[in-house]
């Protein structure tokens, strides 16, 4: 169940971020409505590593698309296996 804390408990800070862990971020609201979210420095790592995947994953799909795709046999040519 997600972490959901107005944006006012922030006063007592410590208390909040004692919350905070891997996988289990605190989001905070201002008016009823979801303004941020504070999470753990190695989820943020991993966050950021799985963008760059993502995004390296697109772009070597986006070249197959123009460029046209590989065979497995050219796959393991062109790695000398």
Do not use: C, F, H
């Not at 971020?25 to 966050?47: F, H, K």
């Not at 772009?59 to 497995?72: F, K, T």
Request: charged share 25%; net charge negative.
């Amino acid at each position: 169940m997600p972490n959901i804390k107005p944006i006012s408990d922030l006063r007592n800070y410590t208390e909040v971020l004692k919350e905070v862990g891997t996988n289990q971020p605190v989001y905070l609201t201002r008016n009823g409505r979801g303004v941020y979210a504070i999470v753990d420095m190695n989820e943020l790592d991993r966050l950021k590593a799985t963008i760059q995947l993502l995004t390296k994953l697109d772009e070597g799909e986006q070249s197959a698309r123009e460029n046209g795709w590989l065979s497995a046999d050219e796959v393991e040519t062109a790695l000398g296996l």
